[in-house]
């Protein structure tokens, strides 16, 4: 066999070979680089959108947690047909905070819709800022029907109550509630823990979206 032979029969059908797995390689190298770099682009902007989102609802639980307000807040509360004055005002002023997390309750919605992806993409313990975060949410709640199902008990007994002795359990009522409130949400040295708790939820986010975005400092 000469060498024009050896070249065609045997080096040729190898050099084919292995251009053709080199191509191979290098095409699936590609696909293989384009996703990691895809992938990394999501996840980089999942995370900004995730961070920006996480820094509105921290000013909104600021605004919830004001004590500022005006007469008309807390109107959108749902009271008994037949409620007297004075529970329609207790009911209302402790409805407030419901009623200003739902003023924003497109902001919570996105942030609660991106807690899934944000696990797919970052490992399902990324998703519990966002049940923390969430909880100070229903925490707020939780207060207001601590207040509401004992004054619909009471209301029910309010036909067969001395006018006077009602008007003073209500006074209880609202008294003994506020006071367990206060206790739960506020310091001795008057410190708001709702929103420091806020802020240790938020510091969570910070630290695992910048690390993401790849700006840990």
């Keep these: ?6 070249t065609t029969v045997i080096i040729l059908p190898v050099v ?3 251009a053709t797995i080199v191509a191979a390689g290098t095409a699936v190298w590609g696909i293989c680089a384009w996703r990691r770099e895809h992938t990394g682009k999501r996840r980089i902007d999942l995370a900004e959108d995730v961070l920006a989102l996480v820094y509105e609802i921290q000013d909104v639980l600021a605004l919830v947690r004001s004590p500022l307000g005006h007469s008309e807040e807390g109107q959108t509360c749902l009271v008994m047909p037949d409620a007297t004055d004075k529970e ?3 009911l ?3 409805y407030i905070p419901i009623e200003r997390c739902n003023t924003h309750k497109e902001l919570f919605a ?11 993409l970052n490992g399902k313990d990324t998703g519990e800022p966002f049940e923390e975060l969430n909880s100070i949410k229903h925490g707020l709640a939780k207060q207001f029907y601590s207040m509401r199902i004992p004054l619909i008990n009471l209301h029910r007994k309010m036909k067969s109550t001395d006018p006077k002795k009602y ?25 708001d823990l709702v929103l420091k708790q806020c802020e240790a939820v938020v510091e969570r986010f910070v630290v695992m979206c910048r690390k993401i975005i790849g700006k840990e400092d």
């Design 88 to 90: 329609k005002a207790m």
């Design 92 to 94: 209302n002023t402790a």
């Design 16 to 18: 084919t070979s292995v």
């Design 110 to 120: 996105r942030l609660r819709s991106l807690r899934y992806r944000f696990m797919a």
């Design 1 to 6: 066999m000469d060498c024009i032979e050896i």
């Design 167 to 191: 008007d003073q359990l209500l006074d209880d009522l609202w008294n003994n509630w506020n006071d367990e409130k206060n206790k739960k949400e506020y310091s001795k040295e008057g410190e």
